[in-house]
Structure formats: structure tokens, C-alpha cells
């Protein structure tokens, strides 16, 4: 009795030690080893994918010969070209500003007024370079707006090309700088560039009319200053010799005469007078 209890009671642990292996086995196994339930067979062979079409190849392009267009889709100029004729006008807007419109003559006069009044720094520079202009933009509204009807309108809608819009857009410039422009000074620039006379107004080279036309204001803003000058010039006259006739030879005339000076160009309304006189050169109105 006591020996069948024994084999009992040994039972458990001999299957205790058998199942230790297994154990050790399945926790050897990796936990991502999934064993599949069943394989489900393909519902049928795939048909083969056609091949792709071959590229051609481009056309190789006329050996010498270089093709750029600037155009949109539509013939209108891209956004690209756009923006790139801005910055390229905008960058040379200074030298077009001071060549081909009234902003030289205007200033020039604006300047000697301000030295014969005897103001070396009043007003500043910018408020004259300011005030030539928007008197500048004033004078050339008209010739502004010939250019953008006739060439800068069309070229943005596509209707002429960058050429065409550049001939045409120069013809109404042309015509202003013609109006003021001396023929003796373009004489004068067409003997030194040693070319032959043109037959009209309308022949004469661009290259050539800008200097001709800078002369001719340059001209004429030393005669304007010089008219300006002469009446405080006898104010300074004045003051000179009463303070020599008082004998007060050490005080300056300058600043005895400033007063007398800013009083006579207040009560004439100078600045009235002066740019009345710039404007009526170009418009013909009030000289």
C-alpha cells in the first residue's frame, strides 16, 4: 500500500520533468513566427502588363541657330519677362530720368534759386530733387501716356512683339525731345559724331538727340537762373555799399542782405513765379 502511494506520489513529478523540455522549446520559439492557418490559392493567372511606349527623340535643332521666346502661351509676355523688363527699367530709370525728361532743367533752376537767395542748405536737396519731380512727372504726363498706348499696352496683350513695342514707344519720347531740343545743338552733335544731316526730325538718331536735347536744357536753365540772380545780385549791391558808406566794414553783407532778400522773394510769390516759368517752358502757358 505504502509502495503503490510512492509510484502515485512520483507520477506528478516525472510528468513534471517531461514537460520542462517542451517548455523550454516553445519559449525558444520567436514571438513574430506565425504558422498559417491555410494557404488560399490565386483566383487565376495575371495577365502581363503592356509595355510602355518608347520616348522619341527631339528634334536636334538647326546647327547656329538659337531660338528664345519670351511669349506666354497665349502671345502675351510671361510673368518672368515681366518682372525682368521691370527690374531693367527700374535700374536705369535714373539715367532716363536725367536724359530724356525735364528733371535736369528743372532742378538745375530750382538749385540756382535757392544759391542766389543765398540758402546754401535750406531747402535740402531732396526737397528740390522731390519737387523737380513730381514737375518732371507733371511736364511728361502727356508723353507717359503716348508710351503706354502705343507701345507698352499692346506688348503686355500680346499684340506686338518686344522690338515693335520698343520702336514705338520711342517715337512719342523722340517728338518731346525734338520740340525742345535747338537745332544748333544738334548740329553741333551730329558734326562731332561726323554723321551726315538729317532730312527731318524724324531721322535723327536717338544716339544722337540726347545730347543735343541735354545742351539745349542746360541752356536754357542758366539763362532762367541768370534772370533769377540779377535782383537779389543788386540787393547785395545795396547792403554793400550802405554798410561801406556807415562804415561798418567788418559786419558780413551777406547777412544783412539775407533778410531783404527772403522778404522781396515772399512778397513776389518767387516759388510761384519760378515754377509758373518752368512749366509755361513746356506747356507754352504763362512764360
Given amino acids: 500500500m505504502l509502495a503503490s502511494s510512492g509510484a502515485v506520489a512520483d507520477t506528478p513529478a516525472r510528468s ?3 514537460a ?28 502581363p502588363a503592356a509595355p510602355a511606349q518608347p520616348t522619341p527623340a527631339a528634334t536636334p535643332a538647326a546647327p547656329g ?9 497665349d502671345g502675351t509676355p510671361s510673368s518672368s519677362i515681366t518682372v525682368l523688363l521691370g527690374i531693367t527699367v527700374l535700374s536705369v530709370a535714373p539715367s532716363l530720368l536725367i536724359m530724356t525728361t525735364s528733371f535736369t ?7 540756382m534759386t535757392r544759391n542766389a537767395l543765398g540758402l546754401q ?32 499696352q499692346p506688348y503686355l496683350h500680346g499684340e506686338t512683339s518686344f522690338s515693335q513695342a520698343i520702336g514705338a514707344g520711342e517715337k512719342p519720347l523722340a517728338t518731346f525731345m525734338v520740340a525742345h531740343t535747338r537745332e544748333q545743338d544738334l548740329a553741333l552733335v551730329t558734326r562731332a559724331a561726323q554723321r551726315p544731316n538729317p532730312q527731318s526730325a524724324a531721322d535723327v538718331p536717338f544716339t544722337t538727340l540726347a545730347p543735343a536735347f541735354m545742351l539745349s536744357e542746360l541752356r536754357a536753365a542758366f539763362i532762367m537762373g541768370f534772370v533769377i540772380f540779377v535782383p537779389f545780385l543788386v540787393i547785395d549791391l545795396v547792403v554793400s555799399s550802405s554798410l561801406m ?13 539775407l533778410p531783404f532778400k527772403l522778404l522781396l522773394f515772399v512778397l513776389v510769390d518767387g516759388w510761384g513765379l519760378v515754377i509758373k516759368a518752368l512749366l509755361g517752358s513746356y506747356t507754352g502757358a504763362g512764360g
Avoid: E, R
Avoid at 541657330?65 to 502661351?73: D, F, L, P, T
Fill in 16 to 18: 513534471t520533468t517531461a
Fill in 20 to 47: 520542462a523540455p517542451v517548455a523550454a522549446a516553445a519559449a525558444a520559439i520567436p514571438a513574430s513566427f506565425v504558422v498559417p492557418a491555410a494557404v488560399v490559392p490565386a483566383a487565376g493567372p495575371t495577365a
Fill in 65 to 73: 541657330s538659337v531660338h528664345v521666346s519670351v511669349n506666354g502661351v
Fill in 105 to 111: 532743367k528743372i532742378f538745375v533752376v530750382l538749385a
Fill in 121 to 152: 542748405g535750406v531747402p535740402p536737396n531732396q526737397a528740390i530733387a522731390g519737387l523737380a519731380l513730381f514737375l518732371s512727372l507733371f511736364v511728361m504726363a502727356p508723353t507717359i501716356g503716348d508710351i503706354n498706348t502705343q507701345a507698352v
Fill in 245 to 257: 558808406a556807415m562804415g561798418m566794414m567788418m559786419l558780413p553783407p551777406v547777412m544783412v542782405s
